[in-house]
């Protein structure tokens, strides 16, 4: 099931690609459009974020992951690399859990 | 405006996307194996769906335990702005037959970045091609390696990489956080997934958000094409912050 899922998002991810670069600009010329696809990675990137650090199954927790999502928002204002940022996440919750 | 760049500039400034692209691969490789896929999965994710943040997505849906169809409809909702990107660049790189079929996999937000603002057909090429392939070749030397190790470090709770998830979608989401509708759309889809989360199926609550897009869309519709694209800066793996 899990290889199936990811044969199908790789075959989609090519396809779409290929399909911008063969179908004439016009069709998806809509401002509309092209507005919801930039606030489509927004959308689920957020709700990724909020799903991944305060969920536990059906339960909404707090935990030493909001620690790390805290830390992380600190690195980001600091302006560190995406593998500074992740790694001050990871390294924040560890602590916390071994405290 | 600008002057002509010489071909070996247009490619050391690829090679350097794709070394700092590297780094993040290895989180990519180390993240996937800790949502509890299997090096050989995480490896052919980064090959054939090659597009960073649908990966990431991909992964984080599986770890937070929903359906792997859900997780795929997820990464793919997340690959329809590289249709854009294309849209944008084809009459620029100008390909056509089995190079656009070639070229094609390589188009995502670094190869876009770096050949779009170029002045002509051969500079946009040599940049989408410089930066496209050294992407491909370290981001899945990198997954590979990440994955391994991630392997080797046994349960990921004890090194936060359960946290590090959170992290690298709020990286990637950081850049596009400066404009003020956008922000008003991650509140929204912040606060309805986790409503969501409460009632809904693991999966459901992240592909609801793309409802927020859709509304949000066309409550802030704009004439003028709005379209966003990829700027150096923005790169999750760029780095090149002053």
């Not at chain 2, 046994?154 to 959170?166: H, I, K, M, Q, S």
Request: net charge negative; glycine share 10%; hydrophobic share 55%.
């Amino acid at each position: 099931m899990i290889w199936a899922a990811i044969v199908l998002t790789g075959i989609g991810a090519y396809l779409l690609k290929l399909a911008g670069l063969s179908i004439p600009a016009s069709i998806l010329e809509h401002p509309v459009v092209h507005r919801i696809a930039d606030l489509i990675p927004v959308a689920l990137l957020a709700a990724l974020v909020a799903v991944q650090v305060f969920s536990e199954g059906q339960a909404l927790t707090v935990d030493a992951r909001a620690a790390g999502l805290a830390a992380a928002v600190f690195a980001l204002l600091l302006r560190a690399p995406f593998i500074v940022v992740v790694l001050i996440a990871a390294l924040t919750a560890a602590i916390i859990r071994l405290i | 405006m600008t002057a002509p760049t010489s071909h070996r500039t247009i490619i050391r400034d690829g090679i350097a996307v794709g070394v700092a692209t590297g780094a993040y691969g290895i989180s990519f490789g180390a993240i996937s194996v800790a949502a509890g896929l299997s090096v050989l999965q995480t490896c052919v994710l980064s090959l054939a769906v090659f597009t960073g943040a649908s990966q990431f997505a991909f992964v984080g849906v599986v770890a937070a335990g929903g359906a792997p169809l859900s997780a795929a409809v997820t990464g793919l909702l997340l690959a329809t702005r590289n249709t854009l990107y294309g849209l944008r660049l084809a009459p620029l790189l100008g390909w056509t037959g089995w190079r656009r079929a070639a070229a094609a996999q390589l188009l995502i937000d670094e190869s876009t970045a770096m050949s779009v603002t170029r002045e002509s057909t051969e500079e946009a090429r040599v940049g989408f091609l410089s930066t496209g392939l050294a992407v491909f070749v370290l981001w899945n030397v990198a997954t590979f390696g990440g994955a391994v190790a991630g392997e080797a470090l046994g349960d990921p709770r004890t090194y936060g990489l359960d946290a590090a998830v959170g992290a690298a979608f709020l990286a990637l989401l950081w850049p596009r956080l400066r404009d003020r509708d956008n922000q008003l759309t991650a509140l929204l889809s912040v606060a309805l997934a986790l409503v969501l989360v409460l009632v809904a199926p693991a999966g459901v609550p992240v592909l609801a958000a793309a409802l927020v897009a859709l509304a949000m869309g066309f409550a802030t519709r704009r004439d003028e094409d709005t379209t966003e694209m990829p700027d150096r800066d923005d790169l999750p793996g760029g780095g090149e912050h002053e």
